[in-house]
């Protein structure tokens, strides 16, 4: 299934039905009044967040989105039917802005949320609503009002409580596919991985914890090199970040620092978001490497440090023991 995580898309709210000119003529009634109905309103456009979507693809084909027109008013005072709505189905953690001024219009991150984007017109007056003592024979009415016309930008930013960073060829997909079910595409050269993964990792009481493998992060990515800036608002919404740092290659400690100058250039709070070092591919290195590549990212961080192997699943079990940890004290991030 191909990922897509941002799109535009066109929506048009129902015109309200216009109201109608009618008289009474009932036999046995010689003064017959006004009669004419006013129109029904016209439908809205509703965005609705389902928890079985993972992706804006649907939208990719069909960008533009109308409600029904509300139905003309009739004689003998009735109105006119309303417009439906257009429900319109998008995924969990979707931001909805207006593509005209910017301004973020909601955000549905609760399975069956909704919000209303665009509002139905109103249905027009019949004559009978202009009847007084001055005028007891109105033979005019309104018509009904358009509806709201809007062009929306979606923003999907991934909903997972924890999510794996590190430069590309960490070994974040190697380590996401072991620590839960997913099966990411996995290689020895760079960018893999070209989409986000996901994968459900289940804690000691059996509730599952939603893990996000986030790819493309090199020098530069808040700028738009690479892959990077497509994705980082993918840890937006993220408690926690493993920063996975390759032990093998020539400058571990520069890897690190590049990672959380693209996190710090980025903004939005994730430099300030909590982390776990994971030390990956100790496998490959010997015991005094592991000492003093530890040793210098202490001087760099506050946060933990654990040594693991996400291919033999060494320090594993550690690592998933500090998530839990951390995960109890460490707040949901706010909104923007």
């Known amino acids: 299934m191909q990922f897509i995580d941002q799109t535009e898309i066109e929506v ?19 003064a017959g009044g006004p009669a004419g109905g006013n129109g029904g309103k016209g439908g809205s456009v509703i965005l609705k967040a389902e928890e079985n979507l993972q992706t804006l693809l649907d939208f990719q084909y069909n960008r533009s989105f109308k409600a029904e027109d509300g139905q003309r008013g009739g004689p003998n005072n009735r109105t006119g039917a309303n ?15 207006d593509a005209e001024t910017q301004e973020i219009l909601g955000d549905l991150v609760t399975p069956g949320q909704v919000l209303c984007v665009a509002a139905g017109g109103k249905g027009g007056l019949g004559n009978k ?32 409580e924890v999510g794996i960073i590190g430069l590309p060829n960490a070994g974040k997909s190697t380590l996401i596919s072991a620590l839960s079910s997913a099966r990411p595409k996995i290689g020895d050269y760079p960018f893999t991985t070209l989409t986000p993964n996901l994968g459900v990792v289940r804690k000691p009481t059996g509730d599952g914890t939603v893990f996000a493998d986030i790819p493309g992060l090199i020098a530069g990515a808040h700028t738009g090199i690479g892959l990077g800036h497509e994705f980082l608002r993918h840890i937006e919404r993220t408690r926690l970040l493993i920063h996975l740092v390759d032990a093998t290659t020539e400058d571990p400690l520069r890897d690190y620092q590049v ?31 592991e000492t003093e590549i530890k040793s210098r990212l ?39």
């Open 83 to 97: 417009g439906g709505d257009r429900l319109i189905k998008i995924p969990c953690g979707t931001v909805v802005y």
């Open 259 to 289: 990672i959380e100058e693209e996190l710090a250039a980025y903004g939005r709070g994730l430099a300030e978001r909590q982390q776990i070092i994971g030390l990956n591919k100790m496998d490959a290195v010997d015991a005094e490497t």
């Open 129 to 160: 609503y202009f009847l007084s003592n001055s005028n007891r024979a109105p033979e005019y009415a309104l018509p009904g009002l358009e509806g709201e016309q809007k062009r929306l930008r979606l923003e999907l930013k991934l909903i997972a």
């Open 12 to 30: 048009l709210a129902g015109k309200g039905g216009d109201g109608i000119v009618a008289f009474r003529r009932e036999k046995y009634v010689p």
């Open 298 to 336: 202490e001087a760099l961080t506050d946060a933990p440090i654990v040594s693991i192997s996400a291919v033999t699943g060494a320090g594993k079990e550690r690592l998933l023991q500090l998530v839990w940890e951390k995960l109890e004290t460490v707040n949901a991030p706010g909104p923007e």
